[in-house]
């Protein structure tokens, strides 16, 4: 009787919860969009009108026509999709046996991954660049591709091997028992099970490609080979920043993320509880 | 074989099509590929987005002259480009040429990686160009013979007085004319104690715009010695520091704190009367259709008679000390074309920069542009900036003072004398030459014994593994790509770190360092600022650590149920996450403007709280850091916990409510701990992003504002490196924190047994 009433109070605090921090993400991305669309160049108003009284889509004409911006665009596509491809195949297979083997430097590997987070990326640019250099891989996307891949790769692996932690390993004996292979059970078992996990893998080596400049810098020397996050730092020179472009390509900027997480958080609900195993 | 096999088969070859695929593009190694016998030559520069349009054009009427050079334009940002040229120059390759102001050049020439050009630069030539123009530095190695490291092909970067015609009629001849004026001009129009329109505004975070007072009321920032030793405690100092402080205290034409975007966006809506800014934004006002503004000199101190004196800049072309003979003889046929009379005039024509050449100085074009006069006239008033690497730690010792004065914390007096002290310590530093002591043989053996230890206590695990290899060859062969990827890209810069934090790299031994020892460790660790570096930095990280987490389980929780409208709530959610941070950490600079600033307006007409000073006071902006990486942050550990929450067997719930378990029972004694094994990595890796997050310190308080109060340790050693060149320190400070995180990953993982699984 009263768990009509009481559910109601539940979803009605959930959506308040909610909206409030709904407010509170998007309120900075609403500012950022006028900025985009005042003319002459302004970051700060004294205005807080949302939509400037003399709104104009300049800063988008301009992106498009006087900046190589679908060549960017293309490029970064380029980049971070194949970042996402390899690191979500890496990590699916390199998470498995972290997870269910008890190799010998099995615990050693696990930190040594972290290991890679632990520098203050700053330093690493000065050897960085020379290894770059060393290694022929100067204005390369190959360049990107590997350092893009071996940033996301500790957190993807490690996140890999928590979502097959949390599969019940008697799902695998049973199928080891019916005949399965090791290599097929974790095909046909444990991978499936795992989807939520590669979702959040994917999306993350994609968000490490897509927004990383710092290494982008020292890689690239040409400006058709530029990644998004490259271009839109090149609207930024010190006290005489293009902030309407700078403004503009950043919403446009998160148009293909936003659409990416669209795409993938439908398997965001699923594993354990969608295939209907039961323990 | 099912589907999803398939797919990851799919993936892995998508892999290794893309690793040759990609490899195969754009193999062009520098400039040096040359397409048909074609020189190709790469220019790194500084150019804003306006300027390069024309250079774009010049760029395009050089091919056209001429068919056997290329030019490839690239813009750096001035620390990219300084960093960049740096660490090509350590590879021993970059740019044949770069273009910048004449800033950098002491210290390049110091480092030894520009390149006299005067084997291309007939002597007679010099004449032709203003003194300025031509840039003559001691070569380091031979000090008697000065080498030519750039020609200008503009001067100016300096500033001068730009007014609102609507708000002033004619401008301020001498200060006493412009305190009367700017009183007049600043009006409280609804009488409510708030300013609605500001006299003068300036930006007061960079002491460049500090420099036309002192030069008006007689010093400088050197002694006149001709060698770099600050005179920053000067009298004529600290009366011009008493003179910017009596119009924000007595004559209260300024606002309470301005940055450089308030004050633009202050007098672009018309809040301000008069301006104080360079000759880079000049164009922007000029071309403002709703605004009718003028460029005026600086106004003559009444004080002492003399012209408020603005530093200028050289901009001009230097050469790489590694291109080789051709690339540089193709290089300099490129810097002639761009410092002819004719690309100056076009340069001087578009966008109003004045020319190096003194055949241009009588062109019409100019006599007859105002704007283009009261710059020249400006500029004669203006004093040249010193070519000196040192120049850099007069700026570091200026900054926090300057901000701290004009946010009423000290005296003039009181800041010109720390100015004097930080600039006589900074320079003491920038200048450091450690030699190599005995703990530099000692640590060479101590690394050699080790290394040999190591290897004879490990001899058993080759064994060991060759055994376990026929047990577990799936594992072996599953885990090795990733890390070969990993150990590819760590082990060389790892252990150039490591040796580098032994070294004594630097300003005076950049190309040329050698081990020396300790000492870089000695001096971290005698520093009594580390370890406030390090406290404040523990806080940061715990405090965003646990709001990221608390704030994403509330929100994965609530989203976890059958709602109405969930993907639009979900989407909406992560855009903190979607968004460059680079622009969202901006715009939470702007949200925290005092006056301006969402913040405070919301805080105010919400909840009728007062405003909070929240950038120019250390506390409340490093709490301002923290808001903004929070909100930065918060999305991706929502995305994980949500992810987490799916494998979560439901009948565990189902269980729980027939046995009436209270909700935040079954949160606490289910959904936590079946979230462990998902979350933990995330807790842990995001406490080492925390801790080495620089963007969000770098940009919200613009670079460890107000005076280096808000810096976590990464910021320090950034600030260390790149302001002060201190590799050799930097590098043993990041082996610091490197240990550090070490440390706390081996604790964290031992304590909650993060590397085992649950079952």
């Not at chain 2, 007595?250 to 606002?255: N, S």
């Given at each position: 009787m009263a768990e009509a009433p009481k559910s109601r109070w539940i979803a009605a605090t959930r959506h308040a919860v909610l909206m409030l921090f709904v407010l509170i993400s998007v309120y900075p991305v609403i500012n950022v969009f006028s900025v985009s669309l005042r003319?002459?160049?302004?970051?700060?108003?004294?205005?807080?009108?949302?939509?400037?009284?003399?709104?104009?889509?300049d800063s988008y004409q301009k992106l498009f026509t006087e900046q190589p911006f679908l060549q960017w665009l293309g490029n970064s596509l380029l980049v971070s999709l194949a970042v996402t491809v390899l690191g979500v195949g890496l990590a699916a297979t390199g998470g498995y046996a972290l997870s269910r083997y008890r190799f010998v430097g099995r615990k050693a590997s696990m930190l040594a991954i972290l290991t890679?987070?632990?520098?203050p990326a700053t330093m690493l640019l000065l050897p960085l660049y020379v290894m770059i250099a060393y290694l022929h891989?100067?204005?390369?996307f190959l360049g990107l591709l590997i350092f893009y891949t071996a940033t996301a790769l500790p957190f993807c692996l490690w996140q890999m091997k928590g979502f097959y932690d949390t599969i019940p390993i008697s799902l695998e004996e049973a199928a080891r028992m019916d005949g399965c292979s090791r290599w097929q059970t974790f095909v046909r078992v444990s991978l499936p099970l795992a989807v939520p996990g590669l979702v959040i893998t994917a999306l993350f080596s994609f968000m490490t490609a897509w927004s990383e400049y710092i290494v982008a810098a020292q890689v690239l020397q040409e400006r058709d080979m530029f990644t998004l996050p490259l271009g839109l730092k090149s609207?930024?020179?010190?006290?005489?920043?293009?902030w309407g472009l700078y403004a503009a390509a950043s919403i446009l900027v998160s148009i293909p993320v936003v659409i990416v997480f669209m795409l993938l958080s439908r398997y965001l609900v699923s594993g354990l509880n969608m295939g209907g195993v039961k323990e | 074989m099912n589907r999803s096999s398939s797919v990851l088969l799919v993936c892995l070859a998508c892999g290794v099509i893309a690793v040759i695929g990609l490899g195969a593009?754009?193999?062009?190694?520098?400039?040096?590929?040359?397409?048909?016998g074609q020189q190709v030559i790469t220019l790194w520069h500084q150019m804003t987005v306006g300027e390069r349009k024309v250079l774009d054009q010049e760029v395009a009427r050089f091919h056209a002259s001429q068919s056997q050079i290329r030019v490839n334009t690239l813009y750096k940002e001035t620390e990219e480009l300084r960093s960049g040229f740096q660490a090509a120059a350590l590879a021993g390759t970059g740019p044949e040429l770069i273009f910048g102001p004449s800033d950098s050049l002491g210290a390049f020439v110091t480092m030894g990686?520009?390149?006299?050009m005067s084997p291309w630069f007939d002597?007679?030539?010099?004449?032709?160009?203003?003194?300025?123009?031509l840039t003559f530095l001691a070569s380091p190695?031979?000090?008697e013979r000065p080498v030519l490291v750039q020609i200008g092909d503009r001067v100016g970067n300096h500033l001068a007085l730009v007014y609102n015609r609507d708000l002033i009629s004619s401008p301020p001849a001498t200060t006493d004319e412009l305190v009367t004026l700017a009183v007049k001009t600043t009006?409280?129009?609804?009488?409510?104690?708030?300013?609605?329109?500001?006299?003068l505004v300036w930006?007061?975070?960079?002491p460049f715009f500090a420099v036309p007072f002192i030069t008006g009321y007689g010093?400088?920032?050197?002694?006149?010695?001709?060698?770099?030793?600050?005179?920053?405690?000067?009298p004529a100092c600290i009366a011009a520091l008493e003179f910017l402080v009596s119009l924000q205290t007595?004559?209260?034409?300024?606002?309470a704190n301005c940055d450089y975007e308030t004050a633009d966006a202050l007098f672009k809506s018309g809040s301000a009367a008069m301006i104080i800014n360079g000759d880079w934004s000049w164009g922007d006002y000029l071309s403002n259709p709703q605004m009718n503004v003028a460029i005026a000199p600086l106004p003559i101190v009444s004080a002492t008679g003399k012209p408020m004196g603005p530093m200028v800049a050289t901009k001009g072309y230097s050469l790489n000390v590694h291109a080789r003979a051709e690339e540089s003889a193709a290089a300099m046929e490129f810097v002639d074309f761009m410092t002819s009379a004719e690309t100056q005039r076009n340069f001087m024509a578009k966008l109003k920069t004045l020319p190096?050449?003194?055949?241009?100085?009588?062109d019409p074009l100019l006599k007859e542009d105002p704007t283009l006069m009261a710059s020249a006239l400006q500029m004669n008033n203006g004093r040249a900036m010193p070519v000196v690497a040192e120049l850099r730690a007069i700026w570091d010792s200026m900054r926090p003072h300057y901000q701290a004065l004009l946010a009423g914390n000290v005296t003039p007096a009181e800041a010109a004398r720390l100015m004097q002290a930080d600039a006589v310590s900074t320079i003491a530093r920038l200048n450091q030459d450690i030699q190599p002591n005995s703990t530099g043989l000692i640590l060479k053996l101590v690394a050699l014994i080790l290394t040999v230890t190591l290897l004879w206590f490990q001899r058993g695990a080759w064994g060991q593994l060759a055994h376990d290899w026929n047990q577990n060859r799936l594992a072996y062969l599953l885990i090795a790509p990733s890390l070969a990827v990993i150990v590819l890209t760590i082990v060389y810069p790892f252990f150039y770190n490591v040796v580098l934090s032994f070294s004594?790299?630097?300003?005076?031994?950049?190309?040329?360092?050698q081990v020396t020892g300790w000492q870089n460790y000695q001096q971290i660790f005698t520093e009594q600022k580390f370890f406030v570096v390090l406290l404040k930095t523990v806080v940061w990280t715990v405090v965003c650590v646990f709001l990221h987490v608390v704030i994403g389980l509330l929100l994965a929780v609530a989203l976890?149920?059958?709602?109405?409208g969930k993907s639009i709530y979900r989407v909406l959610l992560i855009l903190p996450w979607a968004i460059p941070a680079y622009i969202t950490a901006l715009t939470w600079r702007g949200m925290f403007?005092?006056?301006?600033?969402a913040v405070n307006l919301i805080a105010n007409q919400f909840f009728g709280l007062p405003p909070i000073n929240?950038?120019?006071?250390a506390t409340n902006a490093f709490i301002a850091c923290i808001i903004t990486n929070v909100w930065l942050g918060f999305p991706f550990m929502m995305v994980i916990a949500l992810g987490g929450m799916q494998?979560?067997?439901?009948e565990l719930y189902e269980a729980a409510k027939m046995d009436r378990v209270p909700r935040w029972k079954q949160f606490w004694y289910i959904t936590l701990p079946m979230l462990k094994p998902v979350l933990l990595p995330a807790v842990t890796l995001g406490t080492i992003w925390t801790f080495n997050n620089l963007n969000v310190i770098w940009l919200v308080s613009n670079s460890g504002e107000p005076s280096d109060k808000t810096h976590i340790l990464v910021s320090y050693v950034y600030k260390a490196v790149f302001?002060?060149?201190?590799y050799g320190y930097g590098a043993a400070l990041s082996m610091v924190i490197f240990v550090l995180l070490l440390l706390f990953s081996l604790l964290f993982m031992w304590r909650t047994k993060a590397t085992e699984g649950i079952h």
């Open positions: 003319p002459g160049n302004r970051l700060r108003s004294t205005d807080l009108a949302v939509i400037p009284a003399d709104w104009t889509l890679t987070q632990m520098f891989l100067v204005n390369t609207f930024q020179a010190s006290m005489s920043t293009e | 593009t754009g193999c062009s190694n520098w400039s040096t590929a040359s397409r048909s990686v520009v390149q006299d002597q007679s030539r010099v004449a032709e160009f203003i003194p300025q123009g190695t031979e000090p009006i409280d129009r609804d009488h409510d104690g708030k300013t609605d329109q500001y006299g930006n007061f975070v960079e010093g400088w920032v050197f002694d006149e010695s001709g060698d770099p030793v600050p005179a920053l405690d000067s007595e004559h209260h034409v300024l606002p190096s050449r003194k055949s241009l100085l009588d004594n790299m630097s300003l005076r031994n950049f190309q040329n360092w976890n149920a059958p709602l109405r403007d005092y006056e301006y600033g929240w950038l120019s006071d494998g979560i067997p439901r302001n002060l060149y201190q």
